[in-house]
């Protein structure tokens, strides 16, 4: 059964830094793209990096690019996300997933969640 267990979640001002991690167990395939996706109150589940078992392709929507950092440790089954220059709009549950398909199109496995809140 395949885990994703996400940390490093917690509180910071506007304009401070998050480093998320998240370590994935149980894996049976070889081929997959892990990534981030955030979900504040009331809106939709968005998502935020992806970067594929290579660590060579990487995907951030365009109004987070130059913000957030993903990187991968495979040595470690972990990804991180580097979160700088946080703003109060960047409050949300953060969550990682895997696909063993395009990350942007189906969403295989979940973590349970970590809540980034950035206050002004």
């Known amino acids: 059964q395949v885990q994703l267990v996400e940390s490093g979640g917690g509180t910071v001002q506007a304009g401070g830094s998050l480093r998320l991690s998240c370590t994935v167990s149980?894996?049976?395939?070889?081929?997959?793209?892990t990534g981030w996706f955030r979900q504040a109150p009331g809106k939709e589940r968005d998502i935020v990096a992806a970067?594929?078992?290579?660590?060579?392709?990487?995907y951030y929507p365009d109004f987070l690019r130059g913000r957030f950092t993903i990187s991968r440790d495979n040595a470690q089954n972990t990804i991180y996300l580097q979160m700088n220059n946080l703003q109060p709009e960047d409050t949300a549950v953060y969550f990682c997933?895997?696909?063993?398909?395009?990350?942007?199109?189906?969403?295989?496995?979940w973590g349970q969640g970590t809540q980034v809140t950035v206050s002004s």
């Open positions: 997933a895997e696909s063993r398909a395009a990350l942007t199109r189906r969403v295989d496995f």
């Open positions: 149980g894996r049976t395939y070889s081929d997959f793209t």
């Open positions: 970067i594929h078992w290579s660590g060579l392709t990487t």
